[in-house]
């Protein structure tokens, strides 16, 4: 029998066990290293750090209601939850310091 999917909190879809990212919503960086840890798609995961530095995660969006409040984090969601489950975006941006 096959393990229920989990569902990524950003964007409320289900995540293939392959596309799974663990996310500290306290940077490791910035003393976070222990702390809660939130399971995303990878494509969520890493529109994260493309738009937020580790200081503003840790400052400013440390939960995922936090994040879901950011304006740029609310676009992507409502684009991405129109894709499938395992879309990944073959498009990559710097991350940002």
């Not at 939130?38 to 995961?45: D, E, Q, Y």
């Not at 994040?67 to 941006?93: C, G, M, T, Y």
Request: proline content about 6%.
């Amino acid at each position: 029998m096959t393990a229920p999917l989990k569902t990524c909190p950003l964007c409320g879809r289900e995540i293939p066990a392959h596309l799974e990212s663990r996310h500290h919503l306290t940077p490791k960086l910035k003393g976070g290293k222990h702390g809660p840890i939130a399971i995303l798609h990878t494509i969520c995961h890493g529109k994260i750090h493309s738009v937020l530095t580790e200081s503003e995660l840790a400052k400013n969006y440390s939960t995922i209601e936090a994040l879901l409040e950011h304006e740029e984090i609310q676009k992507f969601v409502a684009w991405v939850k129109k894709r499938p489950i395992d879309f990944r975006d073959s498009n990559r941006r710097a991350r940002r310091d």
